[in-house]
């Protein structure tokens, strides 16, 4: 199993608690400015019909399920029960289409074919066990002409603040837990690989770019470092004693400390973003 399966793996079976802490703090500051981004890059148009792959707790789904409005419709699909429960459990948007969530892997979509205007995946498709086949699922569930949006990390330096992270887990908990973690969410980092796959996926008009949005941890470096309660490297933290949870802190805001200003993290994350037509 990959590392990016075992990201996927703990995802499906975490716990609602264990990824509150996703929803908290890393949805409002990194993924719906992401979302809305992502939406921007592909288009939603009023009545359209929306497919959001790995929907998490519903994050490009809802924003989504606003631009497309009352006319249009939502089906949002994810294999963490944790993140449905959160997904379902937030009050629709006024005038927003109705959402649909399903239950089940990227790679076996519970869902017609040609029955969408777009299909959507942010921060997915690097989990996945079977990348290709979730790609040719995505396109057997658009329309002809019907759009693709899928976002994937860079590679992990060029999003700092998480680097940083894990060189403090090196030096704590050793060079294998950074490993894990580095090759995690930022383990297709690759803008080639990643046009190939949907390229592969019989996508036509492929094409990847390169963006980057500022990003802030007001609370500082601890307010980060609670992000890994996320993380498959979790358990690990989690076992920590005092005096070792004393050390990881410290050395977390000694390897932030270049990209910490009057408390707060302030920096940048990068993310390859994909668009193509089936």
């Known amino acids: 199993m990959s590392t990016g399966e075992t990201w996927g793996a703990a995802f499906a079976s975490a716990t609602t608690d264990s990824m509150s802490v996703y929803d908290r703090i890393m949805v409002p500051r990194i993924f719906d400015p992401w979302a809305d981004l992502l939406l921007d890059c592909v288009g939603v148009a009023p009545g359209d019909a929306v497919l959001d792959v790995a929907t998490g707790p519903g994050t490009v789904a809802r924003r989504a399920a606003v631009r497309a409005g009352a006319s249009g419709r939502v089906s949002a699909c994810d294999l963490s029960p944790a993140m449905l429960v959160m997904a379902t459990a937030k009050p629709p948007d006024g005038g927003a289409a109705p959402i649909t969530y399903l239950h089940g892997p990227a790679e076996a979509l519970d869902v017609p074919d040609e029955a969408f205007d777009l299909a959507l995946c942010q921060q997915g498709l690097q989990f996945f066990p079977d990348r290709a086949g979730a790609l040719t699922e995505m ?140």
């Open 139 to 278: 396109r057997r569930a658009l329309r002809p002409g019907g759009r693709l949006g899928v976002a994937v990390w860079c590679a992990i330096h060029e999003c700092p603040p998480f680097e940083a992270l894990a060189v403090a887990f090196e030096r704590v908990l050793g060079a294998e837990v950074a490993l894990t973690f580095r090759t995690g969410p930022w383990g297709l980092p690759d803008p080639g690989e990643l046009g190939r796959l949907v390229d592969a996926a019989g996508f036509t008009g492929v094409e990847v770019v390169r963006r980057t949005l500022p990003v802030v941890f007001e609370g500082g470096p601890s307010q980060l470092l609670a992000t890994a309660g996320a993380a498959v490297v979790a358990p690990l933290i989690a076992a920590l004693d005092e005096r070792g949870r004393a050390d990881l802190l410290a050395a977390a805001t000694e390897a932030l400390a270049p990209l910490t200003d009057a408390g707060a993290v302030r920096s940048e994350l990068a993310s390859h973003v994909v668009t193509a037509r089936r």
